[in-house]
């Protein structure tokens, strides 16, 4: 991966929310939540904050549960090679409503920096189109969102995109650790009742 031509994640995920503002999104934890809330906090972000390889899952949960809705996951390579597994279970289901999002630096943002599997083989939208997704996009350019966006406002079938970013150490943008206030307020942007 040569960083001087990847994407400034940030402005690939502001560049995403302003273009599907009504998207229930999920980050996973790190750099992606960062990067979201950095684009504008909202009721219908829900940040990880553990739960490492549980974005995909949860997505397809919320995918499921709300199949009016474009559900977004917006993940990193280290975030999502640890939930491959959930790619073949999203395969299984097929919700047309999800898509996957990972911002891919080709590192373990979290644990130092250390080369990710993307920079040494591994092709995530190859895992996905294994799996059964029923798209995939390697996103090298901003120009490509608008189709990525399109693809995510238009709830016709679950695919994955891989965004290349480059691996910059980023000031940190933190929401809330509160994580029964962040399911309350989710909950209630939904329409549904609080616990």
């Given at each position: 991966?040569?960083?001087?031509?990847?994407?400034d994640?940030?402005?690939?995920?502001?560049?995403?929310?302003?273009?599907?503002?009504?998207?229930?999104?999920?980050?996973?934890?790190?750099?992606?939540?960062y990067?979201?809330f950095?684009?504008?906090?909202?009721?219908?972000?829900?940040?990880?904050?553990?739960?490492?390889?549980?974005?995909?899952?949860?997505?397809?949960?919320?995918?499921?549960?709300?199949?009016?809705?474009?559900?977004?996951?917006?993940?990193?390579?280290g975030?999502?090679?640890m939930?491959?597994?959930?790619?073949?279970?999203?395969?299984?289901?097929?919700?047309?409503?999800?898509?996957?999002?990972?911002?891919?630096?080709?590192?373990?943002?979290?644990?130092?920096?250390?080369?990710?599997?993307?920079?040494?083989?591994?092709?995530?939208?190859?895992?996905?189109?294994?799996?059964?997704?029923?798209?995939?996009?390697?996103?090298?350019?901003?120009?490509?969102?608008?189709?990525?966006?399109?693809?995510?406002?238009?709830?016709?079938?679950?695919?994955?995109?891989?965004?290349?970013?480059?691996?910059?150490?980023?000031?940190?943008?933190?929401?809330?650790?509160?994580?029964?206030?962040?399911?309350?307020?989710?909950?209630?942007?939904?329409?549904?009742?609080?616990?």
């Open positions: 991966m040569n960083d001087t031509s990847a994407l994640r940030r402005a690939v995920v502001k560049t995403l929310m302003s273009h599907c503002p009504d998207a229930l999104v999920i980050a996973g934890l790190g750099s992606s939540a990067d979201l950095a684009a504008g906090d909202r009721d219908l972000n829900f940040y990880l904050w553990g739960a490492m390889g549980g974005a995909a899952c949860i997505g397809l949960g919320l995918a499921l549960a709300q199949p009016e809705k474009s559900v977004l996951v917006i993940t990193g390579d975030e999502q090679l939930g491959m597994g959930a790619l073949a279970t999203i395969g299984a289901q097929r919700p047309p409503n999800l898509a996957i999002v990972v911002l891919d630096n080709g590192h373990f943002g979290e644990t130092g920096m250390q080369k990710s599997h993307t920079v040494q083989g591994t092709s995530l939208t190859g895992v996905a189109a294994a799996c059964g997704l029923a798209w995939t996009l390697e996103i090298a350019q901003m120009s490509t969102l608008q189709q990525l966006s399109q693809r995510i406002n238009a709830r016709k079938g679950c695919g994955l995109a891989n965004v290349r970013v480059a691996a910059d150490a980023l000031p940190r943008a933190l929401p809330t650790r509160d994580a029964v206030l962040m399911k309350n307020r989710f909950r209630a942007a939904l329409g549904l009742a609080t616990l």
